[in-house]
């Protein structure tokens, strides 16, 4: 419950009667008929008392509850709100106001007195981020002489973005000392067969293969591959957001990320996002269900903005960009300094797939003979920057309209992404 001042003015319409008064007592005095004022002066002074003598408070208590403060897209939450006035100032109307990530639908308002309004909304989430729910009043006092105004800010609602179920995840050739499920090339703890040798002082007893030992007449173990853990890095690029038929291009990049990284984690791997734009952000590889919401956290607070999208990966910290990682960009191509610092990452070593998320091209304008010749040679040109990043090793897939992302991603998942073997 809080208290919220209301800031009071004259009625719009008592300017208009003020204006009109002056105007009448002008022409009463040039035409000599001062008499009539004799008539006018009740009405002149009942209304300055009412003006002089009323004094509205200035407070209006409001008090809101929501039935949740996170919510993922798709579901809903209601808002319950109660105003409550001092006697002698009447409510007029209540105005919600709240963030594009929401959709507001009123279920009820009731009006117990003119002074207390009690009203329900039905909050319905349409897209990822933070959204503040404000609400403005309008009042009214001294018999409508003043009106007033109050806002307050009422809650604040998390919206999560959802994570699209995907199996296919590309993985590093590379993988770091960690138990997972992937088939490492070292041999270590695991079910896969990797050879004979003989025995060893300090080798496990249940490593011995009896059946080979029996015939060669000594101790032979089997060596197995062992079973290591990815890590996995998905980066969006923050730098713009092109609206498009559909998502815009930071929305599928956000949701495309968030499914990756539910994905490798779903798999034991470890997974961290990094977004480019005019805020660096990142979240270091990590497991567990609580590092994806963490994750989740981060997404809310990505914003569109190209101040400083880094040209080269030297403003990564180690921890975030792991020698090894597999890193998934989620990018739409379009600024530079993201796709120079894509080939940074990779002559440092590290594997790289990109998927494209821009599905708008320019159109032509009417009777205008230059603009296919200028969308001819755009596309030329962002053909050029996928062969500048294939030739560096680096793959590159569009997510068209009506594809689901598993198919954009599998064919990039069927091998492991192989580093140039350069450390940085």
Known sequence: MTQRRIEWQPAGWLFTVVTLAVIVVLCVVALGRTEILVFAAPLVGALAGGWWTTRPQQSLRVEATTSAGRVFEGETVTLTVELDAPSGIELMDVELEYGYQLDAQLIRMRRPTNNVVRAEWELSAARWGRADIRVQVTTRAASGLLLGVSRADLAQVAVFPNADRISAVPRPMDLPDLLGVHLGRRKGEGVEFAGLREYQPGDPLRSVNWQVSGRRGRLHVTERLAEQSAKVVTLIDAAGDIHQHGPSTLELSVHGALAVVQAALRRGDRAGVVALGGVLRWMAPDLGRRHFYRIIEALL????????????????????????????????????????????????????????????EPKPRDNSDYDPIAIRMWRLGREGVRHRLADMGIPVSVWAEDIELDEVLRPMSLRPLIGSGVRR
């Open 301 to 360: 607070d990505v914003q569109p903005g190209g101040g400083s999208a880094p040209a080269n990966a030297g403003g990564f910290p180690r921890t975030v960009l792991p020698y090894g990682a597999a890193i998934v960009v989620f990018s739409p191509l379009l600024d530079e300094r993201v796709i120079s610092a894509l080939m940074d990452l990779r002559r440092r070593g590290f594997g790289l797939v990109v998927v494209d998320v821009l599905r708008a």
